[in-house]
């Protein structure tokens, strides 16, 4: 992984909810174009880590974050860098897809408005968000109808088109198909697949099957550290450490 360009990364990362640290001196870096797996058993700071780069602490009162988070050389947490501008150029996909409750066409123009896109450009930009998150076909004759009335895939790849309509440079994915059957699921997995053309994207993951499908690089984390990153061969089939091994061989979660 030496060579690549590296997109986003942390170093030296700490962070506490109240007293409890969840975070512990993590350094992670990821590269651009790719697609980086994190793993990791339940409650090891995954999440946590991915919404550090996203702002998404910002509100939360007992949340304390030390360390660098870098976008290229943009230090996100310093000079007065607003959320909002944070998440135009890195945006979030979550694990239950989260469309508003308007039509589809507003799911999409509303983010559009909030950034000051001119209304002239955002009918385009709409339809290519759509087209480009594989989603068009089924919905352009319906773009006014409410975009909860989509089923929980389409609704999905709705929310990742509102992430690709800003043109984000990053797009940070929560567990995207853990609520979705293993059609919807492997729909997805081709659109990130496409996606990683134009993005970097970064997605928690619990299914090792995916990780192994899409991912190029694979950070497993345990107990708030990283403990390994790597190529996804190497990790799955010569993890160095032996926490790895146990785990991506299944025997905790
Ligand atoms: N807002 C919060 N306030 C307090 N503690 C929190 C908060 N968010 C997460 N935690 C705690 O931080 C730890 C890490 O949680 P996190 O959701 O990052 O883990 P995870 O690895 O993503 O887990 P999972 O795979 O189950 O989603 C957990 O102990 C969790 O209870």
């Known amino acids: 992984m ?9 170093t030296d990362a700490r962070l506490w909810f109240g007293k409890k640290q969840v975070l512990k001196n993590v350094n992670v870096a ?11 058993p339940s409650g090891c700071g995954k999440s946590t880590l991915l919404r550090c780069f996203n702002r998404m602490h910002d509100l939360s009162a007992d949340a304390r974050i030390t360390g660098n988070f870098l976008l290229e050389d943009q230090d996100l947490y310093r000079g007065n860098l607003s959320a909002t501008a944070v998440r ?3 945006g979030m996909v979550f ?9 589809i066409y507003e799911n999409i123009n509303y983010g559009l408005k909030i950034n000051d ?5 955002r009918p385009g930009i709409i339809e290519n968000a759509l087209k480009e998150s594989y989603i068009w076909d089924e919905v352009k004759d319906d773009l006014q109808k409410p975009a909860t009335r989509l089923s929980g895939g389409q609704q999905q790849r709705l929310c990742i088109a509102r992430a690709v309509a800003l043109r984000p440079e990053v797009i940070l994915m929560d567990e995207p198909c853990s609520a979705l059957d293993p059609i919807s699921t492997s729909k997805i997995e081709e659109l ?23 991912a190029d690089q694979t950070v497993f984390m345990y107990l708030g550290e990283i403990i390994e990153a790597g190529s996804t061969r190497q990790i799955f089939n010569d993890p160095q450490a032996e926490l790895t091994g146990n785990y991506v061989q299944g025997h905790f979660g």
Not at 117 to 121: L, P, V
Not at 192 to 214: E, S
């Open 2 to 10: 030496n060579n690549e360009h590296i997109k986003l990364s942390a």
């Open 30 to 40: 990821f590269p651009e174009n790719k697609i980086t797996a994190l793993i990791g």
């Open 88 to 90: 135009r150029r890195i």
């Open 95 to 103: 694990q239950q897809a989260n469309p508003f409750p308007k039509s």
């Open 117 to 121: 896109i001119s209304k002239e450009e």
């Open 192 to 214: 990130i697949l496409k996606l990683k053309q134009d993005y970097t994207i970064v997605i928690v993951t619990h299914n090792m099957q995916q990780a192994q499908r899409i």
